[in-house]
């Protein structure tokens, strides 16, 4: 008995299931190279008067001198005497003095400055929170160090900003009282790294280190200066100014004797 022959079906079969999982793309996320998505920004060189030296000051720089505590005395004189004197606010009042607070400073300049002195500067509103800092710093980093941990702080004092800290991720930039204009130092947490050194640029991306320009300079003081109304005599007393007693006749006569 001859055995049934085998016709081939045209039908194709089913394509074999692929064992590797598919990767879903983000087309929302920046790539590691994009700087598009990071907005207008500056990048500074550090100042040329710095030479990376500390100044030596001498040893009694920081004493007090009779006129600093006079002014420190005068200052907290007249603090004292503001609180106490000051009409009573209520909480309508309160609030009507923040908003125009918050009206006058809409947005908030922040340059995160690096340990060769060289800063980044972006514009950010004054509502937003200390984690658009961090991403727009994380994503000027090179793609090799973003993985490390840094953190932005202020000093003096020292204030290390951590979005981990529950007092300074639920507050705006406003609340943490970087109006109008602040400077952040960075540092990665992991000093052992030694990335970021005052020897050499910071780890930007190179197309970010191309970009450096030179800080503006301040402009120049215009005031003129004002005359100092002295007495012509060579006894170098003043005699007469607008909120100053003269010196009596007899005790000019005095001098004039000498």
Not at 12 to 31: G, L, Q, R, V, Y
Not at 44 to 71: H, I, S
Not at 197 to 207: A, I, M, Q, R, S
């Amino acid at each position: 008995m001859d055995a049934p022959t085998t016709q081939s079906s045209d039908i194709a079969s089913p394509p074999t299931p692929s064992t590797e999982p598919e990767i879903a793309s983000a087309p929302n996320d920046p790539k590691p190279d994009d700087l598009s998505s990071l907005g207008d920004f500056k990048f500074y060189n550090a100042p040329q008067d710095f030479d990376g030296r500390p100044v030596e000051l001498p040893p009694n720089f920081l004493d007090p001198t009779a006129a600093d505590l006079r002014a420190a005395q005068d200052s907290l004189s007249a603090r004292a005497r503001s609180l106490n004197e000051r009409p009573l606010m209520t909480q309508k009042l309160r609030d009507e003095k923040e908003t125009n607070r918050r009206n006058r400073w809409p947005t908030v300049t922040i340059r995160v400055r690096f340990a060769s002195r060289m800063q980044l500067e972006k514009v950010f509103p004054s509502n937003d929170h200390i984690k658009s800092v961090y991403r727009f710093v994380r994503g000027c980093l090179r793609v090799d160090v973003r993985a490390h941990k840094f953190v932005l702080y202020q000093t003096p004092p020292r204030r290390d900003l951590k979005v981990s800290d529950p007092a300074t991720k639920d507050k705006d930039l406003f609340d943490l009282q970087l109006v109008p204009s602040s400077i952040l130092w960075f540092r990665f947490l992991d000093e052992e790294l030694n990335l970021d050194t005052p020897d050499f640029p910071p780890p930007l991306h190179p197309e970010i280190l191309s970009r450096a320009i030179d800080l503006p300079r301040p402009p120049p003081d215009l005031t003129p200066e004002q005359p100092s109304q002295t007495s012509s005599s060579s006894s170098g007393i003043k005699v007469g100014g607008p909120g100053e007693k003269k010196i009596p006749k007899w005790l000019l006569a005095g001098l004039k004797k000498k």
